[in-house]
């Protein structure tokens, strides 16, 4: 009996682990320095330091578990003025998303993308692009994902300064 009723508690641990919403907020880096065309590991602009601060106030009341960035300067210079307990670097996508799914069920977890990854990675964790693409100059945006299992409801906002007047 004893072990019928541990079975049926661990299927049941299982199933709610499984069921829970993972909350990922995801950012394209803020604006970069782009005054050395040579540099391929910019600091961020003065302008991108104005909207690292304001992505903070955007996000003053989430508390987040985890941060992932990319190992460059800018994307982690864009995560800086969060309170954050630890920020992941991560190199690819599959590797990024397999890490959310797996570590962090449940949990509120920011990423900070670029242009050219955001929206797969939206994808990648089971969510509809929102936008066709990002360009170059697409700084303001930011994307809340509710994801369970493999599906994501995504949610699209604008913060900071705008960037397309």
Same mark, same amino acid.
């Given at each position: 009996?004893?072990?019928?009723?541990?079975?049926?508690?661990?299927?049941? /641990?299982?199933?709610?682990?499984?069921?829970?919403?993972?909350?990922?907020?995801?950012?394209?880096?803020?604006?970069? %320095?782009?005054?050395?065309?040579?540099?391929?590991?910019?600091? /961020?602009? %003065?302008?991108?330091?104005?909207?690292?601060?304001d992505?903070?106030?955007?996000?003053?009341?989430?508390?987040?578990?985890?941060?992932?960035?990319?190992?460059?300067?800018?994307?982690?210079?864009? /995560?800086?003025? /969060?309170?954050?307990?630890?920020?992941? %670097?991560?190199?690819?996508?599959?590797?990024?998303?397999?890490?959310?799914?797996?570590?962090?069920?449940?949990?509120?977890?920011?990423?900070?993308?670029?242009?050219?990854?955001?929206?797969?990675?939206?994808?990648?964790?089971?969510?509809?692009?929102?936008?066709?693409?990002?360009?170059?100059?697409?700084? %303001?945006?930011?994307?809340?994902?509710?994801?369970?299992e493999?599906?994501?409801?995504?949610?699209?906002?604008?913060?900071?300064?705008?960037?397309?007047?």
């Open positions: 009996m004893k072990k019928v009723l541990l079975l049926i508690a661990v299927l049941f /641990l299982f199933q709610s682990v499984k069921a829970q919403t993972t909350n990922v907020w995801i950012v394209r880096h803020a604006e970069k %320095d782009k005054s050395n065309p040579q540099d391929t590991n910019p600091d /961020l602009s %003065d302008e991108g330091r104005v909207r690292a601060g992505l903070a106030t955007y996000l003053k009341k989430v508390k987040f578990d985890a941060a992932f960035a990319t190992p460059t300067k800018r994307a982690h210079q864009t /995560l800086d003025s /969060l309170v954050i307990p630890k920020v992941i %670097d991560y190199k690819d996508i599959k590797s990024l998303v397999d890490s959310i799914k797996t570590n962090y069920v449940g949990k509120t977890v920011i990423v900070a993308g670029h242009s050219n990854t955001v929206l797969e990675i939206i994808e990648a964790l089971g969510g509809k692009k929102p936008k066709e693409e990002l360009t170059d100059d697409d700084y %303001d945006y930011i994307f809340e994902l509710a994801v369970k493999d599906k994501a409801r995504v949610k699209m906002e604008q913060y900071g300064k705008p960037h397309h007047l």
